[in-house]
């Protein structure tokens, strides 16, 4: 979330995964994901994105979370030809996500630890105010990270 501006090399990336340690929350597919990724952020403030609502109804414990970017022309999808849409329905299809209906017969319970995205919004309605906190996030993770290491 520290990235407004995608990197060069990550415009090839056209599958993305939200995660935690346990569970896959939404797999998805855009010929920039990076770019989607922001969108579904932005969305969520408008309820038109449930991973990106979901996102905002968790925060900050979402702050934890992995956002996996993938290629479809890498060799883990050569099974599926190196197809977009065929890669897609296969991460789908084998990680179960709690949040993808289409393509997926048996989502993965979301933990109860997290609020559903339906839930009224308990962060600041700013994705400014959100990225600033992310990255006050962060440096003090990084700061307890080197206090810990002996410094």
């Known amino acids: ?23 896959v929350f939404y797999v998805g597919q855009s010929y920039v994901a990076f770019d989607r990724v922001w969108e579904h952020l932005r969305n969520g403030f408008k ?3 449930v991973i ?11 702050l934890r979370f992995t956002i ?16 977009l849409d065929k890669a897609e329905r296969y991460l789908i ?3 179960a996500p709690c949040f993808n209906a289409a393509l997926n017969a048996q989502p993965a319970p979301c933990p109860d630890r997290y609020t559903r995205p339906t839930a009224q919004l ?8 959100l990225i600033h906190e992310a990255a006050r ?13 002996g410094g």
Do not use: T
Not at 3 to 23: I, S, T
Not at 52 to 62: D, V
Not at 122 to 129: D, P, Q
Not at 137 to 149: G, H, Q, R, T
């Open 1 to 23: 979330m520290l990235l407004e501006q995608c990197p060069p090399a990550w415009r090839l990336m056209d599958l993305y995964v939200f995660r935690d340690e346990e569970v």
């Open 47 to 49: 309820g038109r994105s």
């Open 52 to 62: 990106g609502r979901f996102i905002l109804c968790n925060w900050p414990a979402s």
């Open 68 to 83: 996996e970017l993938l290629s479809s022309r890498s060799e883990r999808f050569a099974i599926v030809e190196n197809d």
């Open 93 to 95: 299809q084998h990680l």
């Open 122 to 129: 308990r962060c600041g309605r700013s994705l400014n105010k």
């Open 137 to 149: 996030a962060v440096k003090a993770d990084e700061k307890l990270l080197w206090l810990e290491a």
